[in-house]
T-cell receptor, first 111, second 111 residues
Framework: GDSVTQMEGPVTLSEEAFLTINCTYTATGYPSLFWYVQYPGEGLQLLLK?????DKGSNKGFEATYRKETTSFHLEKGSVQVSDSAVYFC??????????FGSGTQLTVLP | NAGVTQTPKFQVLKTGQSMTLQCAQD?????MSWYRQDPGMGLRLIHYSVGAGITDQGEVPNGYNVSRSTTEDFPLRLLSAAPSQTSVYFC??????????FGQGTRLTVV
């Protein structure tokens, strides 16, 4: 079945540091790829998405590129802020739009 | 804009009790799903639906039941609660391209 492997956390960075969270997946066919973010006590929110190979999703300074050849969808941000502290989940979408998630990466940004 | 509404937000059950977690969406999405979130394990799919009258099992369906009589509602029933079902439960509805909108979650404790 489908699976997602995500970089283990927690990750602690200083403000304005560069962020990378690695994500690789195993799936049949060509799934859509997503990054979701969860702030404390809240549900998940879509951060960005890509629906086909070489697509780049971007939002709020975050970016990720759909790499079919390496089955990866790494999340990057050039300069993180304290407000980016949250848990980040990589996910792939199945044929019924159900999601398979990675285990999540806790990010803490220190001022 | 209500989006996805889950009730209750918190619940404590005794082992063996049954209950229904409610989920309603007002976006006219055909696709809906239930997930449970446990520490270090990301979100795991319990059940999903591709439209009224159609449901299927996800990764961890045992002990749970669902039905989908309308597009808007997708309740999750715990048949006989067990301590292993202590978790945070999220309902989601998804667009045709796979973008999921999540409720705020139900934190369930089974004692």
């Amino acid at each position: 079945g489908d699976s997602v492997t995500q970089m283990e956390g927690p990750v602690t960075l200083s403000e304005e540091a560069f962020l990378t969270i690695n994500c690789t997946y195993t799936a049949t066919g060509y799934p859509s790829l997503f990054w979701y973010v969860q702030y404390p006590g809240e549900g998940l929110q879509l951060l960005l998405k890509a629906t086909k190979a070489d697509d780049k999703g971007s939002n709020k300074g975050f970016e990720a590129t759909y790499r079919k050849e390496t089955t990866s969808f790494h999340l990057e941000k050039g300069s993180v802020q304290v407000s980016d502290s949250a848990v980040y989940f990589c996910a792939i979408s199945g044929s019924a739009r159900q999601l398979t998630f990675g285990s999540g990466t806790q990010l803490t940004v220190l001022p | 804009n209500a989006g996805v509404t889950q009730t209750p937000k918190f619940q404590v059950l005794k082992t063996g009790q049954s209950m229904t977690l409610q989920c309603a969406q007002d976006m006219n999405h055909e696709y809906m799903s239930w997930y449970r979130q446990d520490p270090g394990m990301g979100l795991r799919l319990i059940h999903y639906s591709v439209g009224a009258g159609i449901t299927d099992q996800g990764e961890v369906p045992n002990g749970y039941n669902v039905s989908r009589s309308t597009t808007e509602d997708f309740p999750l029933r715990l048949l006989s609660a067990a301590p292993s079902q202590t978790s945070v439960y999220f309902c989601a509805s998804s667009t045709g391209t796979g973008e999921a909108f999540f409720g705020q979650g139900t934190r369930l404790t089974v004692v």
